[in-house]
C-alpha cells in the first residue's frame, strides 16, 4: 500500500547510524519480518528514485494524552552513504514521507524447537530485529551473531537483549567484542549444536557469502536478505535481480529481489558468480 | 458557463482512447504489478513489457543507477517471452476494460515478423508496439531504429503480416529522427511514438569503473524531457500519422506539453517507478486543468502550440 508517513522521531544512534520512527496505517501492523518500504524522500526530482529500508520493527504506541486513539508506527534503520539518506537524516519530528510498503517476502521462521542463529553486519541488522522479536514469541531459541568493522558498525544489541537473544559480538578492530570476523563465533555455536540450527543472515556481500559456506558445510537451512538497485520495489524495473543458483553467463537465471526477496534460501542462490 | 466533464478521449490510429494516458513498456511489468495501486480503467491504455520470442534473462547487475533528475537502465529487455505472456499474462489483460498494446522486439527482421504474427492472433491485444533499439544481429548489429532502412524494412516486414494498428517506437540515438519518422511512416506504421531512452553512461570515481555492468544504458526521467519534446515537435510536424509522446513526464503539465508539441496521446514510463499511481494521477490532473482552464475538448490541444 501508498500512504503518507509522520515522523515520531529520527536520531543517530551510532556515527552514521540512524533510527527513524514513522506512523502507519492499521494494515501496516501485519508486516512480517524481513520486508521492507520504500521512501519517498522529498517531493523534488533530485533523488528521484525511492529509497528502500528493511523494517526494523512495528509496534501500536498509545499517546499518553487521555483520550488518544493507539497509533501503528513501524521503524526502520538506516546508514547516511548518499545524498537520499543525507536528506532523511536533516528530517524532524511531524515531517511528512511517502511509504510505499510493506513490501517483498520476508524470513521463513520454520520449526520452534530448533535453535535459530541470526547474524547481522552493520546495517544489516535492520530487518532482524523483527525476526528476533517474533521468533521469541515463538518461543523459538534465539542468539545473534553481530558484527561490524568497529563498535559503532554494531546497532541496538540492547533491543536483541531485551528480548532475550543471547548475543554474541566481534569487530575486525577489536573495540566491541571478539576481533575479527563474527563467524567464528558462529561456527563455535554450530558445533556446541552439533550442527542442529537454522541461519539467518543479512549483512555485506562477504559475509553472506561465507555464512552461506558455513550452511553449505554443516548441512543446515539458511536464510540471507539481499540487498538491490532497485527503482521500484514492486517487481517492475527489474532492475534488482540476483543470481539464482542455476546461473551461469550461458544460461542466466536471475531471482527478483523485491518480489520473490528480498530474503531467499542462501541454496537458491548462486554465490561469487 | 463552466466544463462539468471535459471530453478527454482521442483516437489512436483507429483505437479509441478514454483518455491519452498510457503506461511506457518496461516500467508497469504486464499490468497486474500494479493493480493494487492504480485502477487500470483510469487510464487510456497499458504497454507491456517488450516481448520476445524466447524468454529473455537480461543483464548481469548492477543493471541501474539513479542521476540527477533521472535513471540509468540496463536490464536487458528481460521478459517470459511470447508463450507465457500468453498463457500466464493474457488472462489478467482480459479482465481488464482498459486497451492492451504488447511492445516487442526481435534480433532479426523475420524475429519481428513471428512476433507480429503471434501477437496479431491475441484477440486482447488490441496494438503492437516495435521496439526497434535493438541490433539487427544478421547485418552485423547495427541497431535497427539508426539507419532509415534497416527500419523501414522491419517495419514493412511486421506490416505485411497483421492488420492491428502498428506503433513503431523511434530511438532519440540518432542523427535525424524526422528522417527516421519519415522511413517507418512510409513502410507502413500507424502511429509513432518517441522517444525510447537515450544512451548514457555513470562511472563510479572510487573504483574507476562503470557503474553499470553492461557499461551503457538507457537514459529516461525528467532530465530528458526537453529531448522528447524537441523530438515529437519536429516528428508531428513532418508526418500525418499519430505521435505518442513519451520522456520524462511527471505530471500533467508535462504531459500537455508534450500534446500541444503534437502527441495525440503519452505515455508515462519512470514517474511509475516513483508513484505506481502516477499515469492514473496525471489524468486526475489534466481533466482538473482543463476544468480550470476551459477547455472543453483534449483534441483541441493536440499540436495547438503557437511557434
Known amino acids: 500500500m501508498q500512504f503518507t ?21 492499521q494494515e501496516f501492523a501485519a508486516a512480517t519480518p524481513g520486508q521492507f518500504v520504500m521512501v519517498r524522500v522529498n517531493g523534488a526530482i533530485d533523488p528521484l528514485l525511492r529509497r528502500p529500508f528493511a523494517v526494523f520493527d512495528v509496534g501500536v504506541h498509545t499517546p499518553p494524552q487521555s483520550g488518544a486513539v493507539p497509533q501503528v508506527y513501524f521503524e526502520m534503520l538506516y546508514r547516511v ?50 525476526l528476533a522479536r517474533e521468533l521469541v514469541t515463538r518461543k523459538s531459541p ?16 540492547t533491543e536483541f537483549e531485551r528480548l532475550g537473544v543471547e548475543c554474541y559480538t566481534a569487530t575486525e578492530d577489536g573495540s566491541l ?73 550461458e544460461t542466466p537465471d536471475y531471482r527478483c529481489v523485491c518480489t520473490e526477496g528480498p530474503v531467499f534460501e542462501s541454496s537458491d542462490l548462486k554465490w561469487g558468480a | 458557463m463552466s466544463i462539468v466533464k471535459p471530453d478527454m478521449s482521442v483516437n489512436l490510429a483507429g483505437i479509441p482512447l478514454r483518455n491519452p494516458v498510457m503506461t511506457a513498456s518496461g516500467t508497469f511489468g504486464y499490468g497486474e504489478e500494479f493493480s493494487e495501486y492504480v485502477n487500470l480503467e483510469a487510464i487510456g491504455a497499458f504497454v507491456t513489457k517488450g516481448l520476445s520470442l ?17 535513471m540509468l ?12 505472456f500468453i498463457a500466464k499474462k493474457i488472462p489478467f489483460v482480459r479482465t481488464v476494460n482498459t486497451p492492451c498494446i504488447a511492445n516487442f522486439f526481435g534480433d532479426t527482421v523475420d524475429e519481428y515478423a513471428e512476433m507480429t504474427r503471434r501477437l496479431n492472433e491475441i484477440p486482447e491485444v488490441v496494438a503492437l508496439e516495435m521496439n526497434i533499439s535493438c541490433p539487427n544481429v544478421k547485418q552485423g548489429g547495427i541497431v535497427f531504429g539508426t539507419d532509415p ?20 517506437k523511434l530511438s532519440p540515438n540518432v542523427t535525424d529522427v524526422v528522417a527516421m519518422a519519415r522511413a517507418c511512416v512510409d513502410a507502413g506504421a500507424d502511429s509513432l511514438s518517441l522517444i ?28 530528458i524531457k526537453p529531448i522528447a519534446l524537441r523530438m515529437v515537435w519536429q516528428v508531428a510536424r513532418a508526418v500525418k500519422v499519430p505521435i505518442i509522446g513519451i520522456g520524462g513526464i511527471m505530471n500533467a503539465t508535462d504531459a500537455l506539453e508534450f500534446i500541444l508539441a503534437g502527441a495525440t496521446a503519452v505515455q508515462v514510463g519512470t514517474a511509475s517507478f516513483i508513484n505506481p499511481g502516477a499515469a492514473q494521477t496525471i489524468v486526475e490532473e489534466i481533466e482538473a486543468w482543463m476544468v480550470a482552464n476551459g477547455v472543453a475538448d483534449i483534441k483541441t490541444l493536440i499540436g495547438a502550440l503557437e511557434v
Open chain 2, 149 to 168: 532502412a534497416c527500419a523501414a524494412s522491419v517495419v514493412a516486414a511486421c506490416r505485411a503480416v497483421t492488420q492491428k494498428p502498428l506503433i513503431v
Open chain 2, 196 to 223: 525510447n531512452t537515450l544512451i548514457g553512461m555513470a562511472i563510479d570515481l572510487k573504483k574507476r569503473r562503470p557503474v553499470l555492468a553492461n557499461v551503457t544504458g538507457g537514459f529516461s526521467g525528467p532530465a
Open chain 2, 73 to 84: 537502465n540496463a536490464i536487458g529487455l528481460q521478459n517470459v517471452g511470447i508463450d507465457a
Open chain 2, 54 to 70: 524466447k524468454p529473455r534473462a537480461g543483464n548481469p547487475t548492477p543493471r541501474i543507477v539513479e542521476t540527477p533528475g533521472g
Open chain 1, 142 to 157: 534465539v542468539r545473534l551473531f553481530a558484527g561490524g568493522r568497529t563498535r559503532d558498525d554494531i546497532l541496538c544489541i
Open chain 1, 177 to 249: 567484542g571478539e576481533q575479527g570476523l563474527v563467524t567464528e563465533a558462529l561456527k563455535r555455536r554450530l558445533d556446541a549444536l552439533k550442527g542442529k540450527a537454522t541461519l539467518y543472515a543479512c549483512g555485506p556481500d562477504g559475509m553472506l557469502h561465507a555464512v552461506a559456506k558455513i550452511a553449505a558445510q554443516y548441512g543446515i537451512p539458511c536464510q540471507v536478505s539481499l540487498e538491490g538497485y532497485m527503482a521500484c520495489g514492486v517487481g517492475a524495473c527489474l532492475g534488482c535481480v540476483a543470481p539464482g543458483k542455476g546461473h551461469s553467463p
Open chain 1, 81 to 130: 552513504v548518499g545524498k537520499g539518506t543525507a536528506m532523511l537524516s536533516a528530517l524532524h519530528e511531524t515531517d511528512l514521507l511517502d511509504i510505499l510498503g510493506p513490501l517483498g517476502t520476508g524470513f521463513d521462521q520454520g520449526n520452534a524447537d530448533e535453535e535459530k542463529l541470526i547474524v547481522g553486519g552493520g546495517i544489516g541488522l535492520a530487518p532482524l530485529y523483527l
Open chain 1, 5 to 25: 508517513s509522520m515522523i515520531l522521531s529520527n536520531a543517530e544512534i551510532s556515527p552514521g547510524y540512524w533510527r527513524m520512527r514513522l506512523t502507519a496505517p
